[in-house]
């Protein structure tokens, strides 16, 4: 579980390389007071995104265990896309649980 | 099945009777993107001869139109929601005139949360952990249009009512808010920033608790009362 806000931007870049053909990508971490956010973006070739959401558990392409990941935490995963408009990935859990994943680690 | 037709809310029809056992079942619609807490929940309700499920939707969209054409009594609606988060739908409902008293049913209690989704019209705000019934004395009394706040939600209120200033905004807040103040949608302000609309939306939220507003003209005008946005304020 320690391991989970790392894995699930680090499986995104390896999609990004292998199939997005960006030329851009930026992963963003966002702090606030109640939640952390990472974000995923790119200015790739993006994937209509409805023919994913349309299945019941959120998607294929490894996004369904990436939704697991972060839905395990109490967050959400949001994919947002666009054919040719890139991709954008974001993954938002409650900063409780970032504190206490910190203290396990340590 | 019965439909309200000049907007009366659920007061005025079955309002003290609901869930006692004796009137009519008070009629729910519960909208979650999780399916085992859909389930979970319609399995608890419909054990309860007090209580009705019409229906289930997995996001807010889904929860909008099917509460115009089933008019529950009560909603049950998570926050956090795929397509459109349940504060946007409560909104939604608001607009377009539905009488269905909110619950919102959510394992969030941070400030930015609940002052949205209370601000967008919701009856009560109930955290996923209470018992169960709690959650069923809840529904009862949203139905009658009585507030319902699980008690750690209430403290964070009174909380805020207290010292209404929630902290200064955050670098980043003032460069949505800067963005939006130039006319941007959030996905413009996204593009801008190189992230997810879903997390310029987040912001946005922090943003309006901290400025004590409920949507983004709001929050620009507060901006420029405060002086934390100037009319000469441009991005390096």
Same mark, same amino acid.
């Given at each position: 579980m320690s391991r989970s806000p790392s894995c699930a931007p680090r499986r995104r870049l390896a999609n990004v390389g292998k199939? &997005?053909? &960006?030329t851009q990508v930026g992963l963003t971490l966002s702090y606030m007071e109640d939640e952390v956010a990472v974000d995923v973006r790119d200015?790739?070739?993006?994937?209509?995104?409805a023919g994913l959401a349309l299945s019941a558990d959120g998607g294929g392409f490894g996004l369904t265990a990436m939704r697991q990941r972060v839905e395990r935490l109490s967050g959400t995963l949001e994919i947002e896309s666009e054919t040719g408009a890139g991709t954008a990935i974001s993954a938002c859990v409650p900063a409780p649980l970032v504190e206490e994943l910190r203290q396990g680690q340590t | 099945m019965t439909s309200i #037709?000049?907007?009366?809310?659920?007061d005025g029809r079955r309002g003290e009777s609901?869930? #006692?056992?004796?009137?009519?079942p008070i009629r729910l619609l519960i909208a979650d993107d999780h399916p085992v807490a859909r389930d979970g929940l319609s399995g608890m309700l419909t054990a309860d001869p007090g209580f009705e499920v019409l229906g289930e939707a997995a996001d807010g969209a889904e929860a909008v139109r099917l509460a115009q054409a089933l008019?529950? !009594?009560?909603i049950l609606m !998570? $926050?956090?929601?795929?397509?459109? !988060?349940g504060v946007t739908a409560i909104a939604e409902l608001a607009r377009r005139g539905v009488s269905s008293r909110v619950l919102v049913l959510t394992t969030y209690d941070t400030d930015s949360h609940v002052l949205s989704a209370i601000e967008a019209g919701a009856t009560g705000y109930l955290l996923k952990d209470a018992p169960q019934a709690e959650l069923l004395r809840a529904v009862r009394a949203a139905a009658r249009g009585e507030a319902v706040l699980s008690p750690s939600v209430a403290t964070r209120l009174i909380g805020r009512v207290r010292s209404? !200033?929630?902290g200064p905004l955050s670098q980043r807040e003032l460069e949505v808010l800067e963005l939006v103040a130039g006319g941007s949608t959030n996905r413009e302000a996204a593009a801008r920033l190189f992230v997810s609309e879903a997390t310029v939306k987040t912001h946005l939220l922090h943003i309006y608790a901290k400025l004590g507003v409920s949507d983004r003209a709001a929050a620009v005008a507060e901006a420029f009362n405060r002086g $934390? $946005?100037?009319?000469?304020t441009k991005r390096p």
């Open positions: 199939h &997005a053909s &960006a200015d790739g070739m993006g994937f209509y995104p | #037709t000049e907007g009366n809310g659920p609901g869930g #006692t056992g004796t009137g009519a008019q529950p !009594d009560v !998570d $926050l956090r929601m795929p397509e459109m !988060d209404p !200033d929630a $934390l $946005l100037t009319p000469s």
